[in-house]
Antibody
Framework: QVQLVQSGAEVKKPGSSVKVSCKASGGTFSSYAISWVRQAPGQGLEWMGGIIPIFGTANYAQKFQGRVTITTDESTSTAYMELSSLRSEDTAVYYC????????WGQGTLVTVSS | QPVLTQPPSASASLGASVTLTCTLSSGYSNYKVDWYQQRPGKGPRFVMRVGTGGIVGSKGDGIPDRFSVLGSGLNRYLTIKNIQEEDESDYHCGADHGSGSNFAWVFGGGTKLTVL
């Protein structure tokens, strides 16, 4: 049973950056895609980008190009998402998800951007 | 990339059946789609994957037999029979449209299911 455990809630100032982690256990980490998906209050799911750890190169949604960086550490089965130049519209719950034959989601991390 | 379209809302009475629809944009009729359930205040949960031949792989952990899928043309359907109170959720569909080492995902807008 795959489990994805994310880091805790963050409160950030506009213009700063946030880095969220996602630690996987119970499955194969390197061969399956890890994505980051966000959900603003009352809104739908929005894919930000993804990476297949064994290949190592992340692919980003055009909307977030230049502002988001997704990395993985295979030694600890952990994925990271860093979002820079934060603005109030980035306030959302951020999820990591691993997809392959099935799909597993982390519990979500609330990022609040407020001055 | 494909666009996935879902009606924003649906409703059904307790014990009845409901079918939710996710429509792929033209040219993507061979795409598989995942269905996700999101209960109020919770994260998404994988229900199952569907192609034109029906379910692909297995249902998600703990998904009851009341849930089934069908695929036809550009439409991917999720049917819930004998609806229970705990089925009241947002249902999202998503599709992988990446290739090779690049993974890319797109979601529909979600359907809010109300149990009457």
């Amino acid at each position: 049973q795959v489990q994805l455990v994310q880091s805790g809630a963050e409160v950030k100032k506009p213009g700063s950056s946030v880095k969220v982690s996602c630690k996987a256990s119970g499955g194969t980490f390197s061969s399956y895609a890890i994505s980051w998906v966000r959900q603003a209050p009352g809104q739908g799911l929005e894919w930000m980008g993804g990476i297949i750890p064994i290949f190592g190169t992340a692919n980003y949604a055009q909307k977030f190009q230049g502002r988001v960086t997704i990395t993985t550490d295979e030694s600890t089965s952990t994925a990271y998402m860093e979002l820079s130049s934060l603005r109030s519209e980035d306030t959302a719950v951020y999820y990591c998800a691993q997809t392959g034959d099935s799909a597993y989601w982390g519990q979500g991390t609330l990022v609040t951007v407020s001055s | 990339q494909p666009v996935l379209t879902q009606p924003p809302s649906a409703s059904a009475s307790l014990g009845a059946s409901v079918t939710l629809t996710c429509t792929l944009s033209s040219g993507y009729s061979n795409y598989k789609v995942d269905w996700y359930q999101q209960r109020p205040g919770k994260g998404p949960r994988f229900v199952m994957r569907v192609g034109t031949g029906g379910i692909v792989g297995s249902k998600g952990d703990g998904i009851p037999d009341r849930f089934s899928v069908l695929g036809s043309g550009l439409n991917r359907y999720l049917t819930i029979k004998n609806i229970q109170e705990e089925d009241e959720s947002d249902y999202h569909c998503g599709a992988d449209h990446g290739s090779g080492s690049n993974f890319a995902w797109v979601f529909g807008g979600g359907t809010k299911l109300t149990v009457l």
